[in-house]
């Protein structure tokens, strides 16, 4: 394990699977996995117990493995209903691109059957969770309250980060995530807590407090824990622009006006369009070779020169990688290391491999990366398809619009970072079993 452990991270890793049948027997199946993804997320330390010829044991994978083991202990007769679905096609389609990635590069069974797991417990676990347990009404409404709860227990804790450092993490587990460096901002500090960066804590609670905003906006919501939802929503969204995040701010903005499109000018199209934004940027950079600079000057103009000098850099990655992944373009190179040969020319400097979109066409290729985009875009899709946009302001259906747009924020999150979050995994496989079964649509009065 790296870096060298406490008993605290034992405590909490090993002690996360009990816990999490702790959460069944007392709140029930359907509560207990809405908590249990949360509060993973939120709480779980970021620590990797690293080992030979199988999948690391790491926050990412123990919060859907913890669940899912506590879900089938505690309540198999609902897996017995799970039934294969044409929506789950995208997640299959991305648990097996490793495997044969792995025999196409000469990596081994064995390699790709580890791989494999290990995107079916980071992907098709929350997916197939969010199947079972997030996708009727009630579900979505108490899933989207506890994310909003949270969310607001997080920000004393956010606050004190802002002002004195992002350093609960050590207090607390003993572990120093990174250098400060990145962290310092043009006033305090940004926060991370116990997230693995400060990017992924300030989009988690922009997320947040885009959902505490259209539970108060469709009246779903009064209050959560005696705090009217009003205030909640104005309070993190505060916050997000605390974190000092524009990317959090932009998306929260940009989701935000979305579902007010939706509810006051009845327009659903912006929903689309936000979901093409992936597809249509990945196939200019990677089909097309846009160099990107537009998007440079706007983020100059926009969010000043430091913030586009980051951009450039990123994107100056990004086209040397790409043009590296062409040489192998269907199921990729396995390993990161194998795609720069383990060292890049001196002209080229390090080589930093942010974008998730980037390192799925290159370890697993344009397979793995369908695979993955088509797990998240799915929601808007069926959003978009087949929900009337009259009822997405309605209490009932509030939930499960956000959920939607936020699925798809994540989406375009990803064309930047590389922070795979279970719980948005779990959102995305819930809309696709409201909207895109039968069973699922009898439930909504869609049918």
């Known amino acids: 394990m790296n870096p060298t452990p406490t008993f605290v991270v034992h405590a909490a890793m090993i002690g996360w699977f009990p816990f999490c049948i702790g959460l069944f027997a007392v709140f029930g199946p359907l509560r207990a996995v809405a908590l249990g993804l949360i509060i993973g997320l939120f709480a779980l330390p970021n620590a990797t117990y690293e080992f030979s010829g199988i999948p690391d ?10 669940v899912a083991v506590a879900a089938m202990v505690m309540d198999s007769k609902r897996f017995a209903t799970l039934r294969f679905s044409w929506i789950d096609l995208p997640v299959v389609l991305f648990c097996v ?13 064995w390699w790709g059957l580890s ?65 400060f460096k990145h962290a310092a901002r043009s006033f305090g500090w940004r926060p991370n807590v116990f997230m693995v960066h400060g990017l992924k804590a300030a989009m988690v609670l922009s997320m947040a407090a885009l959902t505490a905003y259209w539970l ?21 969204a505060l916050l997000t622009a605390a974190t000092q995040s524009a990317n959090a701010l932009l998306m929260l903005l940009v989701g935000g006006a979305v579902l007010f499109a939706a509810s006051t000018a009845r327009w659903r199209f912006p929903l689309l369009v936000l979901a093409l934004v992936p597809p249509v940027y990945i196939g200019l950079r990677w089909g097309v070779e846009w160099r990107g600079e537009e998007l440079v000057e706007l983020a100059k103009a926009v969010f000043g020169e430091r913030r586009s000098l980051s951009l450039d850099y990123r994107l100056e990655n990004e086209a040397f990688l790409a043009e590296r992944s062409k040489l192998r373009p269907w199921l990729g190179y396995s390993a990161i290391a194998d795609l720069t040969g383990g060292n890049v020319d001196e002209s080229q400097g390090k080589v930093v491999t942010d974008s998730m979109w980037l390192i799925l066409v290159a370890t697993f290729g344009l397979l793995g990366l369908a695979g993955a985009f088509g797990v998240l875009l799915l929601a808007p899709f069926l959003q978009w398809k087949r929900c009337p946009v009259a009822a997405w302001r309605h209490p009932m259906f509030a939930p499960m619009a956000t959920f939607s747009v936020i699925v798809t924020l994540h989406a375009i999150d990803c064309l930047l970072n590389a922070y795979p979050n279970a719980v948005f995994i779990a959102m995305a496989g819930g809309v696709a079993q409201g909207l895109g079964t039968r069973r699922g649509r009898s439930v909504w009065g869609l049918m």
Do not use: N
């Open 97 to 109: 691109a490793p495997f044969l990635s792995a025999i196409k590069t000469g990596y081994g069974t």
């Open 57 to 66: 044991y790491d926050k990412t994978l123990a919060i859907g493995f913890g």
């Open 115 to 179: 791989e494999s797991f290990s995107v079916f417990i980071q992907w098709g676990v929350p997916w197939w969770l969010g199947r079972l347990y997030v996708s009727s009404p009630a579900a979505m409404r108490y899933f989207a309250i506890v994310l909003v709860g949270a969310a607001l227990v997080y920000l004393p804790f956010c606050l004190f980060e802002i002002r004195m450092s992002p350093r609960l993490h050590e207090i607390v587990y003993g572990i120093r995530l990174r250098s």
């Open 216 to 236: 108060w906006a469709s009246r779903a919501v009064r209050q959560i824990a005696g705090i009217p939802i009003g205030i909640a929503a104005l309070s993190l």
